[in-house]
């Protein structure tokens, strides 16, 4: 629903009734002028939300919502003429958040409306299992056609078999692979020449029918408007702050407002939760936990972390640099680890979570010894997690999915092996 940014200037006071069958709704706006120009939006606005609602308009009563402008806030109050009576009121910031307070408004005089809660799927057995004879890391799915990317090549799938497609340049290292319209974007790492002391840098590719149509220095993922791009920053700045993102641009299509520093690679932004009005933001947590939130605040997060996956990109820096020691003895590493991908399917959330095991995580290397895929889905009061597939054969560096099916990417000591499962609902 589309958000109110009129600026307020002069005065008026509005009163004008809307028949809405037995139910008789009025709206009065005392204030500016631009702020009176809202009324007929939000008569419609209230209009098309109680018949959207499925609320009964033959039902006799009279509904009042009056917006009054009281210094610098907004009074928001509503009064339904029943026996007995109902009211709500709410102090308000602005114009903006009037859309969301006639949903709260709406909630209160006449009840929550249950929307259909998504069901957590369940997971039929593997469907099928293809071996890969390299060290895979990201898989995508484009219409009916699957790709599956090593570190050097991105394979096209020809029934089970594996076949290059397209070869990544300059020796960088494919860490991701993405559908996005009918191209695949490929995110690599670049590593620099250890002399020239430079930090390792995302590079990003578009690439149809096997040749590179667009580059880009930064990383860029798909999102549900566009292509969005953002730079890392990888070494800690003064205020020791390490893997710093850069404010996200849209290279194509509409953008999304994220918090500042949202890392992009780990943040989809997606309908998940019924009870909140428009598209959540979901990420991941400094901590590892899953997150969902919408623009100001954080609705759930994860009792689970999730663990980084293994690829990496790195930085050397020079610790106090005011110090009089030599700078080989100041000299420290920073990581930045890859996040495993969030993927929402029907209104669920999926994510990867690797396990370490005993002493799997020594001097920056991570060992993973068995993975799960776990969901989360909307019931009456929470979000169900429920674990859609595991293996101890190795672990997940990847899901995508296609047709209705999970497709999970295990990696091996030696090849990989990129099992289907079937998502049911219910």
Request: charged share 20%; net charge negative; proline share 6%.
């Amino acid at each position: 629903m589309k958000r109110l940014t009129t600026v307020f200037i002069a005065a008026l006071v509005f009163l004008s009734p809307v028949k809405l069958m037995a139910l008789d709704t009025t709206v009065q706006v005392n204030g500016p002028d631009e702020l009176a120009k809202l009324k007929p939006g939000v008569e419609q606005s209230i209009q098309a939300r109680l018949v959207a609602r499925g609320i009964d308009l033959t039902a006799p009563g009279n509904l009042t919502v009056t917006i009054s402008q009281m210094g610098a806030n907004l009074s928001f109050d509503a009064i339904l003429a029943l026996a007995p009576p109902k009211g709500y009121h709410k102090d308000i910031t602005g114009v903006d958040a009037i859309s969301a307070t006639i949903d709260e408004m709406i909630e209160a005089l006449f009840g929550p409306i249950a929307a259909p809660a998504p069901k957590a799927p369940t997971v039929k057995p593997a469907w099928k299992t293809i071996e890969l004879p390299f060290q895979a890391t990201s898989v995508a799915s484009l219409g009916d056609t699957v790709f599956v990317a090593g570190e050097s090549a991105v394979h096209k799938l020809e029934g089970d078999r594996p076949v290059v497609w397209w070869k990544v340049p300059d020796k960088d290292t494919i860490m991701r692979i993405s559908a996005y319209q009918d191209s695949i974007i490929a995110l690599t790492r670049h590593e620099r020449h250890y002399l020239l002391n430079e930090p390792d840098q995302f590079i990003s590719y578009r690439i149809k029918e096997g040749r590179t149509i667009q580059k880009w220095d930064s990383a860029v993922v798909p999102t549900v408007n566009g292509l969005a791009s953002a730079v890392l920053k990888i070494a800690p700045d003064i205020t020791f702050q390490a893997n710093r993102w850069s404010t996200v641009t849209m290279i194509e299509g509409m953008a999304f407002p994220l918090p500042a520093g949202t890392d992009i690679i780990a943040a989809t932004v997606q309908e998940v939760a019924p009870q909140n009005p428009g598209p959540e933001i979901i990420s991941f947590s400094p901590s590892g936990k899953l997150k969902i939130a919408n623009a100001s605040e954080t609705l759930w997060s994860s009792q689970t972390s999730f663990a980084t996956l293994p690829m990496s990109l790195q930085e050397d820096f020079v610790a106090a640099p005011g110090a009089t020691d030599s700078d080989d003895s100041r000299t420290r590493t920073q990581f930045y680890y890859l996040p495993p991908r969030i993927l929402v399917w029907e209104g669920m959330v999926m994510t990867i979570d690797n396990n370490a095991g005993l002493f799997g995580i020594l001097d920056n290397s991570k060992v993973y010894r068995s993975c799960q895929i776990r969901s989360y889905a909307w019931t009456d009061l929470d979000f169900e997690e429920r674990t859609l597939f595991k293996t101890s054969l190795g672990y997940c560096t990847d899901i995508a999915i296609q047709n209705d099916m999970l497709l999970a990417l295990i990696v091996r000591k030696k090849g990989s092996l990129l099992i289907y499962t079937g998502l049911t609902r219910g």
